[in-house]
């Protein structure tokens, strides 16, 4: 069973598009995030959510919408994409009884805009 | 976040113990060491922390030392598998913080 994953793992589209990933877990963590690992391997946190609620936004464009449908789910819609969103984009999600600085990733969604 | 400093890259033989550094000087008394690793393409995997004590699962041992401002991470039988990058972390353990991942230290397993 697969804890964090994500869909899809590779996604190509034009500039101007709007794109969804979705990223689901089976841990019972009731905290979610998205991170950013753009092309120098720097890998930056984007957004947290936890249980339902938005807590972190870390100056991310407006373009960029995380949704959050239940706490076992945390979806990143992005509208209009430009070149420099070209990035692996990784989900994970925390528990409280673990710590919230243990943190289990997904797989990672390679997005390339063209 | 206290900042961490690593070397940017490391060689270990296969079959011996990796020894990865981490300074964090500017640590303060609520923040724990964390330690993750990437493999090429996968997602950060997390390997252990500790506050003050020495701490070993069966991934890896962490030594932090007496006025934790340095810590060390302890592969003790490094294989090929380890190859990776590894990130040193400091972050206090409760609330939904962030993970600031540094640059990390890229590990080379060598046969």
């Known amino acids: 069973d697969t804890a964090v994953s994500q869909t899809p793992k590779y996604l190509v589209t034009q500039m101007g598009n709007d794109k969804s990933i979705k990223c689901e877990q089976n841990?019972?963590?009731?905290?979610m995030y998205w991170y950013k690992q753009d092309s120098k391997k720097f890998l930056k946190i984007m957004f947290s959510?936890?249980?339902?609620?938005?807590?972190i936004n870390e100056t991310v464009p407006n373009r960029f919408s995380p949704k959050s449908p239940d706490k076992a789910h945390l979806n990143l819609h992005i509208n209009s994409l430009e070149l420099g969103d070209s990035a692996v984009y990784f989900c994970a999600s925390s528990g409280s009884l673990a710590g919230f600085g243990e943190q289990y990733f997904g797989p990672g969604t390679r997005l390339t805009v063209t | 976040d206290a900042k961490t400093t690593q070397p940017p890259s490391m060689d270990c033989a296969e079959g011996r113990a990796a020894n990865l550094p981490c300074n964090h000087s500017t640590i303060s008394g609520n923040e724990y060491v964390y330690w993750y690793r990437q493999i090429h393409s996968q997602g950060p995997q997390y390997i252990i922390h500790?506050?003050?004590n020495n701490e070993t699962n069966e991934m890896a041992s962490l030594i932090i030392t007496e006025d934790r401002k340095s810590s060390t991470l302890i592969l003790p039988h490094a294989t090929l598998r380890d190859t990776a990058v590894y990130y040193c972390?400091?972050?206090?353990?409760?609330?939904?913080?962030?993970?600031?991942f540094g640059t990390g230290t890229r590990l080379t397993i060598i046969p």
């Open positions: 841990l019972g963590h009731d905290t």
């Open positions: 972390i400091v972050r206090v353990n409760f609330g939904n913080e962030k993970l600031t």
């Open positions: 959510y936890n249980n339902k609620e938005l807590i």
């Open positions: 500790g506050l003050k």
